[in-house]
């Protein structure tokens, strides 16, 4: 099975501009989570997406948002971007989102705000 | 909230050498608990995980951990390292059980195995 791949792999943007990443999920994998990580804050959750519902959130402002389609393809959206949202952003994905599952990770997409 | 905390930034060995991370997390309820692994360039893969009966679970790589429920700990352990087991290392926790996906990780543990 081919794993979870994101979209794009780098991305440089300025300030005040808005970005949207992508990912598509393991087939069959129905849940789709994205994490932050950064070298001062490491990995944090952002969110979780489950049938097309976000099921859970972390601690991040409005301007991130993410919505999941019918094929469980997932996209994460972040909206007037400030020079702290440069990162890695990694998307997971797993079969059905239940605690012991595993999470599988994606590459990663490397945002540069500028 | 949760946490998770992780005693090592940093680790050196030599190869041969055996290694044991530690991880203590904060939550009183049922856990979840995980080691992911980043090796240099690749993507995070799961190490191990536990989630229910023998405390000591085996993972890849001959890599295996150990939940302590009453300490709040799930420590990492291989008898002895190889070069190639020079990566990042991240204990995380999920405690939404059936609710869904949270993982709250570590700050990491960087290893670095000397040839």
């Known amino acids: 099975k081919a794993g979870v791949t994101q979209t794009p792999r780098y991305l440089i943007k300025t300030r005040g501009q808005q970005v949207t990443l992508s990912c598509s999920p393991i087939?069959?994998?129905?849940?789709v989570s994205w994490y932050q990580q950064t070298p001062g804050q490491g990995l944090q959750f952002l969110f979780e997406?489950?049938?097309?519902?976000?099921?859970n959130k972390g601690n991040f402002p409005g301007r991130f948002s993410g919505r999941q389609f019918s094929n469980s393809r997932s996209e994460m959206n972040v909206s007037t971007l400030e020079l702290g949202d440069s990162a890695l952003y990694l998307c997971?994905?797993?079969?059905?989102?239940?605690?012991?599952?595993?999470?599988?990770f994606g590459p990663g997409t490397r945002l540069t705000v500028l | 909230a949760q946490s998770v905390s992780q005693h090592n930034h940093h680790v050196i060995l030599s190869e041969a050498a055996s290694l044991e991370l530690g991880c203590n997390y904060s939550?009183?309820?049922?856990?979840?608990l995980f080691w992911y692994v980043q090796y240099p360039g690749q993507h995070l893969q799961l190490l191990l995980k536990?989630?229910?009966?023998?405390?000591l679970v085996k993972g890849i790589k001959g890599f295996e951990a150990e939940f302590i429920k009453s300490k709040f700990s799930f420590n990492l352990r291989k008898p002895s390292v190889q070069w190639s087991d020079t990566a990042e290392y991240f204990c995380?926790?999920?405690?939404?059980?059936?609710?869904?996906?949270?993982?709250?990780f570590g700050g990491g543990t960087r290893v670095l195995v000397k040839p």
């Open positions: 997971a994905s797993s079969l059905l989102g239940a605690g012991a599952d595993t999470q599988y």
């Open positions: 087939s069959g994998h129905r849940s």
């Open positions: 997406y489950f049938s097309e519902t976000q099921r």
């Open positions: 939550y009183g309820g049922t856990v979840n």
């Open positions: 536990y989630f229910s009966g023998d405390p």
């Open positions: 995380a926790v999920n405690a939404l059980g059936a609710a869904g996906n949270k993982l709250t």
